[in-house]
C-alpha cells in the first residue's frame, strides 16, 4: 500500500512554499511522524512529518520546487515494513562498525542529528526523551537552552540585553568569506522567500505609513542596579537569567495601557482598538529578521517573559518557530544594541502603528543635579 506524503495546510496570508530539505532518499527507510521534508513559506520553515512508517518510495517534488497545501511531494511504500520485519527476523553476518552506525541513526531523529552536527554537541552528553530513549529535537534545544544560561552567566553587567543571537555560520556566509580572500570574485545566492517577503513587507511600510520617529535617552543605571541586585536569586528561581528586554516590555506594556491607541492598528476605515498586549520582539535568524510575539504580555510575569524570549531566540536559529508564534502582534520592539547599534530609525510592523527601537547602551557625560557625572546610557526610539 503507498501513502502520499503531502503539503500542510497554510494560513490564509500564505499561498504556496518551496521544498527546502529532505532529510530521507527513496529506498530509505521512515517511522510514523518523523520528520522527512522541511517546507519554507514566506514567513517560517516547516518541517512535514511522515504520515506512516515504510519506506520512501519516491520524491515527486525535489529541492527549490514550489508546492501549495495538500499538493503530494513523496509517497510512502508502507508494505515494505513487514517484508523487512520479516528480513530483520533472519540472521545476517554485519560488521560491528555497521551496526553501531544503523543503532546510533535509529535513536536520533534527523532533525535533532542536524542540530548536533551544526553545533558540534556530544551526543554522549544528550539524554533522548522519546521512545527507548530516541533522542528529539526538543531534547537538543534543551541542552542548547542550558548552555546558553551558563555563557549568559559571563556576560558583563554594563551590557545590552543578553538575548543577543549567536553568530551563524551559513552556507552562503562561508563561501562569500571565502571569495573575500581571493581576486575580485563573486557569489550569487538565491534570495530566500523570508528575506524576500521581510523587504517587502519593510517598502510597503514605508510606502503606506506616514512614518514619525522621535528619540529620547535614558539613563539606564537604575535598570542595572536593580539587576545586579536580584540576577542571582531570579537565576536560580527561574532557571534564566534577568535581562534587559523584560524590563522594557514591562514598561511597554503599562504605557499601552495609558495611550491605548498606540495599541490599536488601522483596517479600511476602522480603527480596531485591542484589549490585550501581544508584543513583538525581533530577533535574528538564519534566513532574515522574525519578529515572534509574547501573547497577552501583560498576564505574563518577567520570568515568563525571559524565558519565553529565550525560547524564541533558539528557535529562531533552528529555524523552529511555527506561523502561530510568529502571527498578530499589537506592538513590536527591536534591539538595535545587539549589533553594536548606537542609534537607528526602526520600521513599522504592519498593521502595528508604533513599534519601539532600543540600542547599545553607551558610558557618556550627563548633567545631573547641576553635576557632570558619566552614566549608562541609551537612546531609544
Do not use: C
Not at 513559506?41 to 519506506?55: C, M, N, Q, R, Y
Request: no cysteine; proline share 6%.
Amino acid at each position: 500500500m503507498t501513502t502520499e506524503i503531502k503539503v500542510p495546510l497554510l494560513p490564509e496570508s500564505v499561498s504556496d512554499a518551496v521544498v527546502l530539505n529532505w532529510y530521507k532518499q527513496p529506498g530509505e527507510t521512515v517511522s510514523k511522524n518523523e520528520p522527512v521534508v522541511d517546507i519554507e513559506t514566506d514567513k517560517v520553515v516547516l518541517e512535514v512529518p511522515s504520515p506512516a512508517a515504510g519506506i520512501l518510495k519516491e520524491i515527486t517534488e525535489n529541492n527549490g520546487s514550489t508546492v501549495i497545501a495538500e499538493q503530494v511531494l513523496g509517497l510512502i511504500d508502507t508494505d515494505s515494513t513487514e517484508k523487512s520485519a520479516e528480513k530483520a527476523e533472519q540472521p545476517e553476518n554485519k560488521q560491528p562498525a555497521d551496526d553501531n552506525q544503523q543503532a546510533e541513526e535509529a535513536v536520533i531523529t534527523p532533525s535533532a542529528k542536524k542540530l548536533i552536527m551544526e553545533n558540534q554537541l556530544d551526543v554522549s552528553s544528550i539524554n533522548g526523551s522519546g521512545k527507548q530513549g530516541r533522542i528529539l529535537k526538543e531534547d537538543v534545544l534543551a541542552l542548547l537552552a542550558a548552555q546558553s544560561t551558563n555563557e549568559k552567566n559571563n556576560d558583563n553587567e554594563n551590557g545590552n540585553d543578553n538575548t543577543k543571537p549567536q553568530e551563524i555560520i551559513t552556507p552562503e556566509s562561508r563561501t562569500i568569506s571565502a571569495s573575500a580572500s581571493s581576486s575580485r570574485e563573486e557569489q550569487r545566492v538565491p534570495m530566500t522567500r523570508l528575506r524576500a517577503r521581510i523587504a517587502e513587507r519593510l517598502l510597503a511600510a514605508q510606502h503606506n505609513a506616514a512614518i514619525l520617529t522621535t528619540f529620547n535617552e535614558v539613563n539606564m543605571q537604575p535598570v542595572i542596579d536593580l539587576r545586579s541586585r536580584y540576577k542571582e536569586i531570579f537565576e536560580k528561581t527561574h532557571a534564566v537569567k534577568l535581562g534587559f528586554m523584560s524590563f522594557f516590555i514591562k514598561a511597554v506594556v503599562e504605557a499601552l495601557k495609558q495611550f491605548p491607541a498606540v495599541n490599536a492598528s488601522i483596517d479600511a476605515d476602522d480603527i480596531v482598538y485591542h484589549g490585550y498586549f501581544d508584543i513583538g520582539v525581533a530577533v535574528s535568524s538564519p534566513r532574515g529578521l522574525v519578529v515572534p510575539v509574547l501573547k497577552d504580555a501583560q498576564r505574563m510575569s518577567m520570568a515568563e517573559m525571559e524565558q519565553q524570549i529565550q525560547k524564541f531566540a533558539l528557535k529562531a536559529k533552528d529555524n523552529t518557530l511555527s506561523i502561530d508564534e510568529i502571527s498578530g502582534g499589537t506592538f513590536s520592539l527591536t534591539n538595535g544594541g545587539v549589533f553594536g547599534s548606537l542609534l537607528s530609525t526602526p520600521i513599522l510592523n504592519p498593521p502595528q502603528s508604533a513599534i519601539l527601537g532600543m540600542h547599545k547602551i553607551q558610558q557618556r557625560p550627563i548633567a545631573e543635579d547641576g553635576q557632570i557625572v558619566i552614566r549608562p546610557m541609551m537612546y531609544l526610539a
